[in-house]
């Protein structure tokens, strides 16, 4: 049974049920369930490097309405890498929406060619509607502001595998925390461990309130933290991009831009096991001198991408439970 | 005619809204889109005082029964009310007025960006996260929005 021979843990222990299940939100999920996507996209390292036969005669589409380099080519090559195969597009000019037609009408035709969808879409909640439409899995590979699900277990997953757990880790999120999606989906994530989350960003892109509201129920959150000050302590560093797409006036985009920018300088006084990340891409927020330093883990992340995206597929496939 | 009778006056036909929260009746009154001009005999007291809640508003509408769904926009902004059917000046139905917990159809999503705002073939549908002060949450943003952004779409 492959579940064996991926040397899994007992994950019938908390009844978790994975196959046909779309991946919308991250609050949909539980801890327990997080933690076995995690253990799950461990045992696909080896998998992810040799090859593998496991989603064999699957059909992933990817209906990308928004541009994309790293979530569109890693949820392809984590397919590929599964003995899978890929159709979609990667910009709505090149789909019938140009034509008029709507996601919901996208979503029941492209279900008849894949057995699993990929979206990625510029409205918020266009994954949930997808998801009440289509009678096969929709993985969420960000939705406007709102969330990137993907992303965030991507980054817990890093943060696991790079500090060694994720519970008592000090994060610091730093950025655009307002119209960053990925932000919204590792705030929710983290919220359901024991850590201490400290939020580092321009007045005007302050975390959004309803994520806030939601942390702030579960966990100690420490608002317009002065990042100088709370370096030496922190575990994590995350950094976003101001996303220039998501202003709805230049003018404001102008007044935040270079806000902020990581340099050597900035984690002089860092711990030594300090992680910097960054779900990229990135402008100018992190020098290029802090890729050199043991702190960056940013392109470790974009291999952690193909291995949870590569669980993601077979547990919502049914190919691992 | 003294000021104690004109306040407890009872309507012939038609609709008393009770026990809204002291302070509240004109946002019902809205709700409900009277604008006054409807040639209606109709009563509002506000701030009466009220062993329930201290004080409380009540509105008498002659000549006009509550749908359902007028019903549902009451509990949006006044979640414990009653609603009283009169006929020839006697109370023929009691509705106690109750907020459900999702709301489909009444009101848009506030965010510009919600897929519910496009096109799409779906209603919008919130769910009910705190009933005083009122907060909605919407179901497929995730957007919450509060009894002031009820109040302007009205």
Redesign the interface.
């Known amino acids: 049974m492959l579940f064996s021979t991926l040397g899994l843990s007992c994950f019938w222990c908390h009844n978790l049920e994975f196959k046909g299940r779309d991946i919308v ?1 991250i ?1 949909d999920f539980i801890q327990t369930e997080i933690n076995h996507i995690l253990d799950v996209a461990k045992s696909m390292e080896p998998l992810a490097k040799g090859g593998s036969e496991l989603l064999k005669g699957k059909i992933l589409a990817t209906l990308f309405f928004e541009p994309s380099t790293r979530t569109r080519l890693s949820f392809e090559s984590a397919m590929l890498k599964l003995g899978g195969n890929v159709i979609g597009f990667a910009e709505p000019d090149a789909s019938s929406t140009r034509k008029g037609e ?3 009408d996208t979503v029941r035709t492209v279900e008849n060619y894949a057995d699993v969808i990929a979206l990625r ?6 994954a ?2 997808a998801a ?1 439409f289509s009678k096969v899995p929709i993985i969420n590979a960000g939705t ?4 990137h699900p993907t992303q965030a277990l991507i980054d817990l997953y890093t943060m696991r595998k790079e500090s060694g757990k994720i519970d008592g880790l000090k994060v610091a999120l730093v950025g655009d925390l307002r119209y960053g999606r990925t932000v919204h989906s590792l705030a929710y994530a983290l919220a359901l461990y024991s850590v201490e989350l400290y939020l580092v960003s321009p007045e005007t892109l302050r975390m959004r ?2 994520v806030l ?1 939601t942390i702030k129920s579960k966990i100690p959150v420490t608002e317009n933290a002065n990042l100088e000050k709370i370096m030496p302590q922190i575990d994590v560093l995350y950094v976003t991009r101001i996303q220039k797409e998501r202003f709805p006036d230049a003018a404001e985009y102008a007044k935040v831009k270079g806000a902020y920018r990581i340099d050597l300088k900035t984690i002089e006084k860092a711990k030594k096991d300090l992680i910097i990340l960054h779900p990229l891409p990135r402008v100018d927020e992190i020098a290029p001198e802090v890729d050199n330093t043991p702190q960056a883990r940013y392109f470790q992340q974009v291999w952690n991408g193909i291995v949870v995206r590569m669980a993601l597929l077979s547990l919502v496939l049914g190919a691992v439970e | 005619m003294s000021e104690k009778e004109l306040r407890v006056t009872k309507i012939k036909d038609g609709t008393v809204i009770d026990h809204i929260r002291g302070g509240y009746a004109l946002d019902v009154v809205r709700i409900l889109g009277i604008t006054g001009q409807e040639k209606r005999v109709m009563t509002i007291a506000i701030n009466v005082p009220s062993k329930r809640f201290g004080v409380k508003d009540i509105i008498k509408i002659e000549g006009m029964a509550l749908s359902a769904q007028e019903v549902n926009r009451i509990a949006l902004v006044a979640p414990h009310a009653s609603i009283n059917i009169v006929h020839d000046y006697a109370v023929v139905e009691k509705q106690e007025v109750e907020l459900p917990k999702t709301i489909e159809v009444i009101i848009k999503c506030t ?1 510009p ?4 705002n ?5 209603s919008s549908k919130f769910h009910v996260k705190n009933e005083e002060p009122l907060s909605l ?8 929005i509060e009894k002031a952004d009820v109040l302007k779409q009205l």
């Open positions: 939100s609050e709507n996601l919901a879409h510029s409205l918020e909640g266009s949930k509607l009440e406007g502001s709102e969330e309130k309803d509201a | 965010n960006c919600c897929v519910s496009s096109g799409e073939p779906v949450k919407c179901h497929y943003c995730g957007v919450s």
